[in-house]
């Protein structure tokens, strides 16, 4: 099942697709992931990517899309994943499109997560993420138990570099700018679903997952 998640920075596409990776037992592949953790090796690629990522700008597509070919003919791959962050323009879309041409292997289909505007900043400024399992809570909305400890796992929390609120701004401009396109990108191709990424985490992910049973 070959998916992507789509939606604004904080619209829940990172936990989303934690739990439906699980639930359909195949990858969730974050560029964002991808990217902090050559930043964390401190590779070459991680440095280059380190300055966009800290003004909340895109990194270049070169990079991401090369991440993406990479990780897609990964094994665990094989059965379908969920792409999460990526494609981020029209130019990353066009690219996977023909990449997955090439393997005849189309996306199947594309979860566009709506959530309003204004509830976004308050979403990103309270997240933080679990440094073990990556589950994610928000000090606002959705607190862990235990302050700064993973109800799953106990693991420590941590709050991401670019969750302040300046590099926040600059993120959901380029999502208004370059990644809003791709809603009407996908509807043009017939494989766009809108959902209500507002309420309930466990009623989106029940939402979700009745889509993903169609493809
Ligand atoms: P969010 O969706 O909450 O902004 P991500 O973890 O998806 O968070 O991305 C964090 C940062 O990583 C982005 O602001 C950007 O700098 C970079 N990034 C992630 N995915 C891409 C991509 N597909 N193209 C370019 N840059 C990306
Ligand atoms: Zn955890």
């Known amino acids: 099942m070959r998916t992507v998640l789509l939606g604004a920075p904080g619209s829940g596409k990172g936990t989303q697709g934690v739990v439906l990776s699980k639930k ?12 902090r953790a050559a930043v964390s090796a401190g590779s070459e690629l991680g440095k280059k990517a380190k300055t966009a990522m800290d003004a909340g700008a895109l990194v270049s597509d070169d990079i991401v899309i090369g991440l993406i070919r990479e990780r897609i003919s990964d094994n665990d791959a094989k059965n379908g994943y969920i792409l999460d962050g990526f494609p981020r323009n029209i130019v990353q879309a066009e690219a996977l499109d023909a990449m997955l041409e090439e393997l005849d292997q189309p996306l199947q289909g594309v979860v566009l997560l709506d959530v309003a505007f204004e509830e976004l900043m308050q979403r990103l400024t ?4 679990c440094k073990d399992c990556g589950a994610i809570y928000n000090v606002h909305l959705s607190p ?10 106990n693991g420590e929390l941590f709050q991401r570099a670019d969750d302040n609120e300046e590099t926040i701004g600059n993120r959901l401009n380029v999502y208004q700018d370059q990644t809003a396109p791709l809603i009407g990108y996908y509807g043009d191709q017939d494989k766009l679903h809108s959902i209500a990424g507002t309420g309930n985490i466990d009623d989106i992910t029940t939402a979700v997952g009745a889509i993903f049973d169609t493809l």
Request: glycine share 8%.
């Open 24 to 35: 359909y037992n195949i990858p969730q592949i974050s560029t964002g992931d991808l990217l």
């Open 144 to 153: 862990p138990k235990t302050a700064d400890h993973c109800d799953a796992c």
């Open 126 to 129: 309270g997240r933080r993420t």
